[in-house]
């Protein structure tokens, strides 16, 4: 059986043929043994590719007998496999967003692709933030409590500091992420709502960079990845959100954080 595999910096993503469907599996990447006893234990003769970060280290616990790929080529590669299956209408030069540990931005452009930017602002920042500012560690609760987060007792809206007069630009845009000092100091914010400010923030920030690459890049679409949207709506709500504001159309593929495994399947 032939398995790709992208070990990034937080997780493990697999993919795998089974009767002509692709299927996944995710690990984390702080215990690469749980990998390596899957692979083994599940598949008789098993072909592997790797790719991401943790490639090399994993690569050495399978006893250096997997093949290894450059991420960004796998991580296009399998995006264009997921974009062909579900949406046969994006035109090839679009911009694709990774939001993983940290963020990568990539245009591509028939079939070609290149790394434009990135920011350290992702997924692991809402981990890191997160424990910072309520204590909490589990990615599952920390988007669970967020859902119920009001971010009008952290973040200065635009109309905030108009307030009553009318604004140059939509009152309801974020003037200042975490801004609302007084009253914060007035009333303590929940951990909810802390956890909510924290995704808004990581939201507006990755939409805030990424636009202007659409912009540079002469792209209507941008696509968005990563498991960082893994059971975390909010922050798919406000990239999407703010992504058209921004005046672009933002597109969540579906298996989307399996790109790279998917790449890496299909290298070998
Ligand atoms: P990488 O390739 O850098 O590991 P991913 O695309 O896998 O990046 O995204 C990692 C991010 O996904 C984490 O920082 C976190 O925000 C989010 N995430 C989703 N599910 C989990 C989980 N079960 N455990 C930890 N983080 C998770």
């Not at 062909?84 to 990539?106: A, C, D, M, P, R």
């Not at 560690?137 to 007792?153: I, P």
């Not at 959100?241 to 921004?246: G, S, V």
Request: glycine share 12%; with cysteine.
């Amino acid at each position: 059986t032939k398995i790709g595999i992208d070990a990034g910096g937080t997780l493990v993503k697999t993919a795998y043929r089974k009767n002509e469907t692709i299927l996944y599996q995710t690990f984390s990447s702080y215990n690469l043994g749980d990998v390596v006893s899957w692979v083994y234990e599940s598949f008789e003769n098993p072909i592997i590719c790797i790719t991401g970060g943790k490639s090399q280290l994993l690569s050495e616990k399978l006893n250096d007998s997997a093949k290894t790929v450059v991420e960004f080529e796998a991580t296009s590669r399998g995006i264009q496999l997921l974009i062909g299956e579900q949406y046969e209408s994006l035109k090839t030069n679009f911009l694709f967003v990774n939001v993983g540990t940290g963020t990568s931005i990539h245009h591509v452009n028939d079939m070609e692709q290149q790394r434009v930017g990135g920011t350290g602002i992702g997924g692991g920042t809402l981990m890191g933030l997160a424990y910072l500012l309520t204590g909490v560690e589990d990615y599952a609760r920390m988007v669970q409590l967020a859902s119920n987060g009001d971010r009008g007792n952290t973040d200065l809206k635009v109309k905030d500091i108009f307030e009553g007069a009318l604004p140059p630009i939509s009152g309801d845009l974020t003037a200042s992420n975490f801004g609302k000092r007084e009253s914060m100091i007035a009333q303590y914010p929940s951990a909810s709502d802390i956890l909510a400010a924290i995704i808004g923030m990581i939201g507006e920030v990755i939409v805030t960079v990424s636009s202007q690459m659409a912009v540079q890049y002469n792209v209507d679409s941008i696509v968005y990845i990563g498991s960082s949207f893994r059971s975390n709506p909010l922050l798919r709500e406000i990239i999407d959100d703010y992504t058209r504001i921004a005046g672009k159309e933002p597109v969540f593929l579906k298996d989307g954080e399996y790109s790279g495994a998917v790449g890496a399947l299909l290298s070998l």
